[in-house]
């Protein structure tokens, strides 16, 4: 089991040992988290490209020392404006890999320089120095980018130009080898230059919009200049005294923050950590949220969503009273993509960001777009083609979105950041992670490592499946059977849990970071 890092000036989480290293070199420059974070982001979507990178999404929950307000940053793109039901009438579904699968707009870049501009210290094409490095002169292949490379392979040598990067010269790259992204590099530097217009209303775009058509893609350049991102108020719940912040929607956040306030009703302690009480009750919790994300989430300004309801304690209360100690309830998953990339950085002024990033699904779409080396999501097709879904089809439409960074407070400031890969399990796991912080008063790295679940998700295909890691005692799952769960045992440290990350600051201001023993992740601290 990997020990938790401690700091009392600045701590930094991620997937990739490299880009934790890279946040932690921008705070040492002078930068402060805002800095760091990007710095640290924009290398992931370099380090970490099956999970993540310049053609998807992300989500940013940041803490201002200076003011003590807590605020979000929605870094998500809406689909084109060619992007109809009609224009899927062939087929009765998204297609979820190839050209027509890429049919929202990249809204990361936009993120990047929302965020460090309006907070950061240094100059923006500072913060993506490292990330430009790494793509220009290459980094080791990690084990985890080697796995996903070689079990996705067949999909990755569908198109010339994806093949040609991550599979240069038709071999796998092996792990430990160097790993170069020239075209990237080539593109980071345009946008260093540039700023965030480079990316949307110059000749990337361009470049992108071109290859896409001509493979009969729906995005065009007038989608790519009309995209912005946008500042929100976080939502906010409690749970136990602790102030919890989710991204509202087009974000799964609030699942999160309902999960917590049903499980307020029940003393999680007395039951004890691990037990079949605790893991049934979690899971059942979740459930009911789930219930209530599929009927309501989609882009709030296209449908109402009831968040004063769903995030009330009465509501919570009355969900609680219908968890039945001993019977799992029958409620139906739905596929969602699962990969995904989190971090979080806390600096020695107490400014703190918890943020997390994706493509939807491993390698997003498959495609490379021409000559830019950028591989574009396919988080647009979880979109419906029915009419009468709440997350159907529509032109410049944030779709549902499983992204969702979080922060818990006490007394105004941050005593958590959190977060996971994971879709479906994004919520399960943070569950997991903060009841333990909090109940069983477990430090970031023990609530990381110790055994999981998830429920429901799987590579894209729908299950209720409850996946356990093998270090739960039988005991506790065959009490979970009995109850009615299609329980499933799992590997020791499984990474279908998810790679989740977690930063503690203490009342003393320590510093306590911990990271997923199941990724290439660390944490570094001071």
Partial sequence: MKKPVTGTKAMVVSPHHLATAAGARVLERGGNAFDAAIAVS?????????????????????????????????????SGSAATIEAFADREAIPIRGPRSAITVPGMADGWHAVQNRYGRMAFSEVLEPAIAYAAEGFPMSPDQYEHTKQHAAMLGEQAATANIYMPGGRIVQPGERFVQAQ???????????????????????????????????????????????????????????????????????????????????????????????????????????????????????????????????????????????????INSQPVGSDTAYA???????????????????????????????????RGSFFSLDPGHINRLEPGKRTFHTLMPAMA??????????????????????????????????????????????????????????KLEGRIPQETADKLAEAGHLVRRMPDFDGIMGHAHAIAIGKDGMLIGGSDPRCDGSAIGW
């Fill in 184 to 330: 990237l590099a080539a593109t980071l530097t345009k946008l260093a230059e540039a700023g965030r217009d480079g990316f949307y209303k110059g000749e990337i775009a361009a470049e992108i919009v071109r290859f896409l058509q001509a493979e009969g893609g729906l995005l065009q350049e007038e989608d790519f200049a009309k995209h912005s991102g946008e500042w929100t108020e976080p939502i906010r719940g409690s749970y136990r005294g602790y102030d919890i912040y989710q991204v509202p929607p087009n974000s799964q956040g609030f699942t999160g923050i309902m999960a917590l306030q049903m499980l307020e009703q029940f003393d999680l302690a007395a039951m004890g950590h691990g037990s079949y009480e605790y893991y049934h009750v979690l899971t059942e919790a979740l459930k009911l949220s789930f219930r209530d994300r599929n009927r309501y989430l989609t882009d709030p300004a296209f449908a109402a969503i009831p968040l004063d309801r769903l995030l009330s304690k009465e509501y919570a209360a009355e969900l609680a009273s219908s968890i039945n100690r001993t019977a799992a309830m029958d």
């Fill in 344 to 378: 979080a950085v806390v600096d020695e002024d107490g400014n703190a960001v918890s943020f997390i990033q994706s493509l939807y699904f491993e390698f997003g779409s498959g495609v490379v777009a021409g000559d830019t080396g950028v591989l574009l999501q396919n």
């Fill in 409 to 466: 407070c006490q007394n105004g400031k941050p005593s958590f950041l959190y977060g996971t890969q994971g879709g479906e399990g994004q919520p399960q796991t943070q569950t997991l992670m903060l009841t333990r912080m909090i109940d069983f008063g477990m430090d970031p790295q023990q609530a990381v490592g110790e055994p999981r679940f998830v429920w429901g998700r799987t590579w894209g295909l729908p299950t209720q499946e409850l």
């Fill in 42 to 78: 924009a290398c992931l979507a370099v380090v970490y490209p099956h999970m993540t990178g310049v053609g998807g999404d992300a989500f940013f929950l940041s803490y201002h020392a200076s003011d003590g307000e807590v605020r979000a940053y929605n870094a998500s793109g809406r």
